[in-house]
Each structure stands twice: as structure tokens, then as C-alpha cells.
């Protein structure tokens, strides 16, 4: 499967005309562009008609559309599935919010092939409840069009009490079943956001937390916070150069027989090698999508 960066996916308000233009021009890999939590009720018609013109207008270059709609359980739920399903030009994916059970994905995709959304459309769903998160080993392998999850911390914070730290202590145990249920089921996944936009340090301390985690990027709220999030789930050119150098010892080493070889003064094994190769991909995905 061709890698796509995602080390950046930032959530664009659907009632918000301005913010959709200028995503355009956003080094952002990828938007959300909402029509659930971003939007009040009185604009949710008009956030779903922005939308469905704003991806059929395009101009978004390389950048991967999301839309989240709202609930099948809510007022606009259904209205939300007929418009995108019939768009003129359908979105790269739909992010499904609030999602609790296996039945709550298979549901709503179903919603969207019966109404006729085109087989290109991925699904992504939001792990965002407790249920959920408890859920999720079965949520995550729930149905074949399912491509990924995004992290809903600041729901998750509201569901069970636990209060946004730096070190984000109450969630480790959440996180870490995301991601061990999405690398099982072969699905990319998003972090949370970080709430507090004045708070630099603690952002960033935040990306490489997610990054280290095994997270392929961060959800963000706001532009500024898009340059942090480049940095901490891209390829350095330090990385670039170690990668090519292992590439090398490895290629070398296994001409000469070898299953193993040494670079750097570390062992290298063939999952080294394919995590390499794996870094120099991203990079040139990277790449592709900087030069659209």
C-alpha cells in the first residue's frame, strides 16, 4: 500500500467559508472538514453545503479531505451521509464520530453504500468513548473500508474525568490500545488534539510524546500548530541519511550472505531494513505532497 503523509491533519469548521479557502494554502497533509463538534446546530445545513461545494471545487492540492459528519443518531446524521454519498466529486474519506460498537461502523457504512457513496471513499472512525476504547480490538478490524481512527481525547477527557496534563497521564492506557488495535488491523491512526494554543512547549512535548507512541500524526486545532507536528512525525535529514546508510550495510550484507550485519555499531536485522525503507518512503511522499 502507497504510504500518505499524515503528520498533520487539521480540522477545518464547515460553517466557515474563509477557513475552507484558506486551507488551500495550508502545508496541512490532511483536513477534517466538520460538520459535527465545530459546528452549532443553527449551521450544520449550511456547513454540509459548504463542504460538499468546497471538495467539489478542489484546489486542495496533494492534501487528503476528511469529512466528519455528525451521528447517525442525530438530526443530521442521514443528511450528512445523502450529501456527501452524492457530491459531484466525492472527499478522500469519511470520519465517523461517536462510534461505540462494532455495529456503530458497520451501520454507518452501510448508510453510505446505500446511498450510493463511491468505492474510493475510505472510512476512519473517531475513538472517542469509553465504550469504545474497551471495544476496540473488535471496532478496529469492524469492517474492510475501515482505514483509520482519530483520537477524540478532548470527548474522552469529558466521558471519563481525566483532566488534560502534560504528560497525559490518564490517556497512556487509551492510546496505546488505539494504536496496538490499528497496527493489528493494518489502519494508520491520528493523535488527539492539544487544547491550550499558547502553549508552545507543551505542544510540541505533546507531538514527539505521540510520535513515540507510534501515532502517525497529530489532529490540530488551529495553523499555527502545523509546523510542530511536520517536525515531529517527518524524516530529519539525520534520519534520512541514517536510513540510507543502513539501507546500504544491509543490501551489502545480504549479497555477501549474511542475515545480519552491524552499522553504526548496532545490529541491524531485516526489520531494521524495512523500517528504513519504510522512512525513505515517507520522505518522498513528503515530498510529493510539499511540491502540489
Known amino acids: 500500500m502507497t504510504i500518505r503523509p499524515r503528520r498533520s491533519v487539521l480540522y477545518m469548521p464547515g460553517s ?15 483536513l477534517i472538514l466538520d460538520m459535527e463538534d465545530a459546528v452549532s446546530p443553527d449551521a450544520k445545513a449550511v456547513a454540509r453545503e459548504q463542504i460538499v461545494a468546497a471538495v467539489a471545487g478542489g484546489g486542495y ?11 447517525l443518531d442525530t438530526p443530521w446524521g442521514a443528511d450528512d451521509v445523502v450529501a ?88 497512556i492506557g ?32 505533546a507531538c514527539e510524546q505521540g510520535r513515540d507512541l507510534g501515532f502517525d500524526g497529530k489532529s490540530l486545532i488551529h495553523p499555527k500548530q502545523i509546523a510542530a507536528a511536520n517536525a515531529a512525525f517527518g524524516i530529519s535529514k539525520e534520519d534520512l541519511a ?4 543502513l539501507i546500504a550495510g544491509w543490501q551489502q550484507a545480504e549479497s555477501e550472505g549474511k542475515a545480519v550485519v552491524v552499522v553504526d555499531g548496532k545490529l541491524v536485522e531485516i526489520l531494521h531494513y524495512q523500517e528504513a525503507k519504510r522512512q525513505l518512503e515517507l ?9 502540489s
Not at 487528503?64 to 459528519?69: G, H, K, Q, Y
Not at 541514517?242 to 546508510?245: E, G, I, M
Open 84 to 171: 456527501v454519498s452524492a457530491g459531484p466529486t466525492p472527499p478522500d474519506a469519511v470520519l465517523i464520530p461517536k462510534v461505540s460498537t462494532v455495529a456503530d461502523v458497520v451501520d454507518a457504512i452501510d448508510a453510505f453504500e446505500d446511498a450510493g457513496c463511491p468505492d474510493s471513499v475510505e472510512f476512519w472512525i473517531m475513538a472517542e468513548t469509553p465504550r469504545c476504547i474497551l471495544n476496540i480490538r473488535e471496532i478496529a478490524g469492524a469492517h474492510p473500508r475501515l482505514r483509520g481512527i482519530v483520537m477524540g481525547t478532548s470527548d474522552l477527557a469529558k466521558e471519563t474525568r481525566v483532566r488534560h496534563t502534560q504528560e497525559r497521564l490518564g490517556f
Open 283 to 291: 520522505a518522498a511522499a513528503i515530498e510529493n505532497i510539499n511540491a
Open 242 to 245: 541514517a536510513a540510507h546508510k
Open 174 to 205: 487509551s492510546l496505546n490500545l488505539c494504536v496496538l488495535a490499528a497496527r493489528a488491523n493494518g489502519l494508520e491512526i491520528i493523535d488527539g488534539v492539544h487544547l491550550d494554543l499558547d502553549d508552545a512547549l507543551g505542544y510540541e512535548a
Open 61 to 71: 492540492g496533494g492534501r487528503e479531505l476528511m469529512v466528519r459528519i455528525n451521528g
Open 16 to 30: 466557515n467559508a474563509r477557513a475552507l479557502e484558506k486551507a488551500k494554502s495550508l502545508p496541512a497533509d490532511g
